[in-house]
């Protein structure tokens, strides 16, 4: 129930103390999971103080039990160790402080870690932060490489001696983190997002060397996870050894399996490159030299064809034809012509021979009456009537005279 209160009516801290108890008491006791990040066993104390830590979410709370109770899973359980904690909430009303009274602690064995691991990986890639379209390019050549590694560790000392020994020119941007235990995850979460902030940084590695499942814990961290999810540069992680594979490795744009093979990854080696470089050139050269080969032997070719060693031979052919095909169709013309003229004189004969005027050559002539009518019968002609003669030089007026009569 809420408190009603005012400036005028306000309520001791005592009070309030007593009411904050009351209400954690009435929470029962609850079943806890965390890291153990301090551990006070002072001898002869009856009492174990600890203190259990959510590394994802960097809280911590305080934690008592009773020496019997921690003396039952003290060979295997030390700073560092994840663990089930069944405890009751306690405030302690006079430091206003909340605490954690312990029944019972498990630790939480690896089988149960990948179990759990297993879990939040099916979570996960059902929201696709895995899918291989998510995966962003590596920059081919990088002039700036953000590394995450633990200080003055292996991972960081392979990563850029490989690296620069690859290719010299190349610069670094390192973040030295907590790779193991509580503090690794807020730790590298905060150097990711560092890098990925800082606009000259062309890819992130995140690398340490190998370990336990306990120890690479950190790398499967749902915040971590998510956190490289959105970055907007391409994050490599080289976690571990070849057998080792955290969530990280899944969320990445690329796994390495080694920090070595993380530097050869993202630097190229500039021997390698050099003689890629003369390759080309010599593959290059030798397909330009191939080409000019193939085109020479091509326009040697061409220039031996007849055609080209004598250029003038087809138009003194083509001339050739051109006069022999002039005269024959002279001669055929030639030929046309005789036979029709022969055939016009043979048909002019003809027509003279059938012409009336080649008939009155011959010393005939032709009657004609005064309308032209030619006389062919002599009852056609009146006795006195006047005709016109036409002979083959000219024409002359004749008159029929009256027939004499026959003497019997």
Not at 54 to 73: G, L
Not at 206 to 221: H, I, K, N, Q, W
Not at 223 to 232: D, G, K, T
Not at 327 to 334: D, E, H, I, N
């Amino acid at each position: 129930m809420a408190l009603t209160t005012s400036a005028e009516a306000p309520l001791p801290v005592g009070e309030i103390s007593r009411l904050i108890g009351g209400w954690i008491d009435r929470l029962g006791a609850v079943w806890v999971e965390g890291q153990i990040t301090q551990l006070s066993r002072r001898p002869g104390a009856g009492v174990v103080f600890l203190t259990l830590r959510d590394p994802s979410y960097d809280i911590s709370i305080s934690v008592t039990c009773y020496r019997q109770v921690f003396d039952a899973i003290a060979d295997v359980v030390s700073e560092g160790a994840r663990v089930v904690v069944h405890a009751k909430p306690e405030w302690y009303a006079p430091r206003g402080q909340l605490s954690l009274r312990a029944a019972e602690i498990r630790p939480v064995g690896v089988g149960e870690l990948l179990v759990r691991l297993e879990q939040l990986k099916r979570a996960l890639g059902a929201e696709g932060l895995f899918a291989p379209e998510r995966k962003k390019p590596l920059p081919f050549l990088p002039q700036l490489v953000g590394l995450v590694c633990g200080r003055a560790s292996a991972a960081e000392r392979d990563v850029l001696e490989v690296a620069r020994r690859r290719w010299p020119a190349v610069r670094f941007e390192v973040r030295n983190v907590a790779v193991q235990g509580v503090h690794a995850v807020p730790q590298v979460v905060q150097a990711v997002k560092e890098l990925d902030a800082h606009g000259d940084v062309d890819v992130i590695v995140v690398a340490r060397g190998g370990g336990s499942v306990e120890d690479l814990l950190p790398f499967s961290d749902e915040q971590l996870i998510r956190a490289v999810a959105e970055c907007r540069t391409p994050v490599v992680s080289a976690i571990g050894h070849e057998p080792d594979s955290p969530l990280l490795d899944l969320v990445a744009d690329l796994r390495a399996a080694t920090p070595t093979d993380a530097a050869k990854k993202v630097v190229p080696d500039v021997g390698e490159e050099l003689e890629r470089v003369q390759s080309l050139r010599d593959r290059a050269l030798r397909t330009v030299r191939g080409l000019l080969d193939r085109e020479e032997r091509g326009l040697a070719h061409a220039l031996a064809r007849p055609v080209m060693e004598h250029p003038r031979r087809m138009v003194e052919e083509r001339d050739a034809e051109l006069d022999a095909l002039l005269a024959r169709s002279r001669r055929v013309l030639g030929h046309h012509l005789d036979r029709a003229d022969s055939e016009l004189s043979h048909t002019r004969a003809r027509v003279r021979s059938l012409s009336p005027a080649a008939t009155m050559e011959r010393g005939y002539a032709v009657l004609q009456r005064a309308d032209g009518a030619v006389v062919r019968a002599p009852e056609e002609v009146a006795e006195g009537e006047e005709l016109r003669a036409r002979v083959f030089e000219g024409e002359f007026a004749v008159r029929r005279v009256p027939q004499p009569p026959s003497q019997s």
